[in-house]
C-alpha cells in the first residue's frame, strides 16, 4: 500500500487532493483526475528506433493501480492524451490494466493526440467526451486563453501543456518542477506520464501555484 504525502486543496467548496504522482483526488466525486499520460509513447519511439526503456508505461499503469487502490476512486477522468499515438503494442498493456478494474468509470476526454478510434475505447467501456461538466468543473484538454475565459461560465480543468515551475536556488542554480497551476477559472494539471517534458509556465500573483516534489506537492508562494 502506498502512502502519499497529499496535499488538501479547497476550490469553489470541492476538496482537491493533490497528490505527488501528479494526480487529483475529488472527495465529493469520489473521482481521480489525471492529464497527459501519453500510453503509447514508447512503443512510438521505439518503432522509429529510438531506443527508450520498454518498462516506463508498464512503471505508469502500476502507478496508477497504485492509487486506485489506495483512494478506491468510482471515477477516473483522463483530461485528454491518454494513448500518444496510433495502434501500437503498448495497447495490450492497457487492456491488461483495465481488465483489473471492470467496475471503474473512466471517461476520457479527447485530446489532440487521442487518434484512435473510438470503437476501441467503447469495447474496454470507456466513455468519450470533448468536454464534460461535473459539478462547478468543466472538464478540457486544451486550456481556455486568459482572455475567452471570462466568456466560460465554470471553473476549467485542463492538462496538454505539461505546466512546471522553475526554482532558483542560491548558488543561480534553477530546476523545473511539474505542477498544479490554478488560476482565477483555471486549473492545469501537470503531465501524469513519465515519458513528457515540462516547460515553465508565466503565472500572476494571484495563482496558486502547487510544485511536484518525488514524495509530496508544497504549495509555491
Request: proline fraction near 5%.
Amino acid at each position: 500500500m502506498m502512502i502519499s504525502a497529499a496535499t488538501p486543496f479547497n476550490l469553489l467548496e470541492q476538496t482537491l487532493i493533490l497528490l505527488p504522482q501528479k494526480a487529483i483526488y475529488w472527495e465529493q466525486q469520489k473521482a481521480l483526475i489525471i492529464a497527459d499520460v501519453h500510453l503509447g509513447k514508447v512503443g512510438h519511439f521505439r518503432k522509429a528506433g529510438i531506443a527508450v526503456p520498454r518498462d516506463m508505461e508498464q512503471s505508469d499503469l502500476a502507478t496508477l493501480s497504485d492509487l486506485i487502490h489506495e483512494y478506491k476512486p468510482e471515477k477516473l477522468l483522463f483530461l485528454g492524451d491518454l494513448f500518444h499515438s496510433d495502434m501500437n503494442n503498448d495497447w495490450d498493456w492497457f487492456i491488461l490494466w483495465r481488465s483489473q478494474f471492470p467496475a471503474l468509470q473512466i471517461i476520457l476526454i479527447r485530446g489532440n493526440h487521442d487518434i484512435i478510434a473510438d470503437s476501441h475505447y467503447q469495447q474496454l467501456n470507456i466513455e468519450l467526451h470533448d468536454e464534460l461538466l461535473i459539478g462547478p468543473f468543466l472538464m478540457l484538454h486544451h486550456p481556455i486563453p486568459d482572455d475567452q475565459l471570462k466568456n466560460i461560465a465554470s471553473y476549467v480543468f485542463c492538462g496538454h501543456i505539461h505546466p512546471g515551475v522553475c526554482l532558483s536556488g542560491r548558488g543561480r542554480q534553477q530546476l523545473t518542477l511539474p505542477c498544479f497551476a490554478f488560476s482565477g477559472k483555471q486549473a492545469v494539471l501537470p503531465s501524469f506520464g513519465q515519458f513528457t517534458g515540462k516547460v515553465a509556465i508565466r503565472s500572476q500573483k494571484t495563482d496558486r501555484i502547487f510544485a511536484v516534489l518525488k514524495d509530496k506537492v508544497i504549495a509555491i508562494d
